[in-house]
């Protein structure tokens, strides 16, 4: 009996010190958020502002929130970029900068930080990979992994989140000596480097998936989405997406790609064309399963509800709509105007569209029929399109334009 209880206070104890993970897009980069009893419908002038934050820097990328500190990336002085910790009433406990920010267009900060032990991984505009120690910003490590591995990226600089897996933090290097690094979350030294598929990188952050027993990497370059073996490096397969980028509007692929049940959905704006692959068993070959033409989200992501695929498309750079694709026919459900397009979460089965021309939110039912809004703000403030995409942490709503963050409180 003695040996029982101390065999189920191990576990609970071992469960207790789980890896809590914030990172890009949610916990796990699909978009969808865990908060429970949020709101179903906001007052007519929306929720309730919680927090104001002024002066964070300049930057398209999410705040994250971990153990109630707020963090976020900006450019705050000369062209470095910066990581700000705040608590929760907005008041800065330390900032610290990372790496340098991409100088030329659109050089506003673009990494979300990846939280997990007390540990924050960045890569900056530049392709400098480093962990900083999330309780007072001092560096643990640091990297220059595109001058130390040759990396080549794409004309608006390097616009990648740090995806872990269970010993490594991963970065995508493009260029013809390795496609994609991994660094020792610890330590920072060198654990493997890919061979080289060749081209530029894209600018889309990697997710980590799990087939039957194999943990793979999906990663983008400008040409390819790639699967590689998160044990070894080794790339299982390539599957080729210059048939799908049509026009002159090519080796862009800015979303990461959502994964459910073997198969694998890939978009990336510009009149391309969306496509879904389906993943062999022993995960080492991919085909194609359908294309769709409509669903061409360009920066803003989308998220997969019941069955259905929800987001935008690009008609041009100021005009989209909003788009709703069935996940496993590729059917079209819905494509409908909505100012233009824009960035898209989940949580608590409600999605929130944020179009990046005005900063209107909408609070909108998944259905297959029809885009339904329930309630809708607009952030007033800031400057810049709003490209940086919502996230949600413990009843609050986290938005950002260019300098300014607000929190606002969601839960019901």
Avoid at 258 to 266: L, P, Q, V, W
Wanted: charged share 20%; glycine share 10%; aromatic share 12%.
């Amino acid at each position: 009996m003695k040996l029982l209880l101390m065999i189920i206070l191990i576990f609970i104890i071992s469960a207790a010190s789980g890896q809590e993970t914030v990172q890009w897009r949610g916990p796990y980069r699909d978009g969808i958020y865990p908060d429970k009893n949020l709101l179903k419908k906001w007052p007519e002038s929306g929720p309730t502002i919680d927090c104001e934050i002024f002066g964070i820097g300049k930057g398209y990328s999410q705040p994250v929130v971990y153990k109630g500190i707020i963090y976020v990336t900006g450019i705050k002085k000369d062209t470095m970029d910066v990581i700000s910790a705040y608590d929760q009433r907005g008041k800065l406990i330390w900032d610290q900068d990372y790496g340098r920010s991409w100088p030329n267009s659109y050089p506003d900060s673009r990494c979300t930080p990846t939280i997990q032990n007390d540990k924050i991984y960045l890569i900056s505009g530049m392709g400098e990979v480093c962990c900083l120690d999330a309780r007072d910003g001092k560096k643990v490590w640091f990297q220059d992994a595109q001058k130390e591995f040759q990396g080549r990226s794409g004309f608006w600089g390097i616009s990648e989140s740090v995806l872990l897996t269970d010993m490594a933090a991963l970065y995508v290097t493009g260029g013809e000596e390795t496609t994609v690094v991994s660094f020792d979350k610890i330590t920072g030294k060198l654990i493997w480097k890919t061979k080289s598929v060749g081209g530029t990188s894209s600018y889309a952050s990697s997710q980590l998936i799990e087939r039957n027993g194999m943990k793979i990497i999906l990663a983008e370059t400008a040409n390819s989405l790639i699967g590689v073996n998160s044990a070894d490096g080794e790339i299982l397969w390539n599957f080729d997406l210059t048939p799908y980028e049509l026009g002159n509007w090519g080796k862009i692929n800015p979303n990461t790609p959502i994964y459910y049940d073997g198969d694998i959905f890939e978009t990336s704006g510009y009149n391309h064309i969306a496509i879904m692959v389906s993943l062999s068993a022993n995960g080492r070959s991919v085909s194609l399963k359908w294309k769709n033409e409509v669903i061409d989200t360009q920066i803003g992501g989308d998220v997969l509800f019941e069955g259905n695929l929800y987001g935008s498309n690009w008609i041009n750079n100021n005009k989209g709509k909003w788009v709703s694709v069935s996940w496993q026919t590729g059917k079209t459900n819905w494509e409908k105007c909505w100012h233009t397009k824009g960035s898209i979460i989940a949580a608590d089965g409600l999605l929130y569209c944020l179009e990046e021309k005005g900063g209107n939110i909408a609070l909108v039912q998944p259905d297959s029929t029809d885009f339904k809004i329930i309630s809708t703000f607009k952030f007033d403030g800031g400057e810049g399109p709003f490209w940086a995409h919502p996230a949600i942490y413990d009843g609050k709503l986290y938005l950002r334009h260019g300098n300014i963050l607000r929190s606002y409180n969601i839960k019901r």
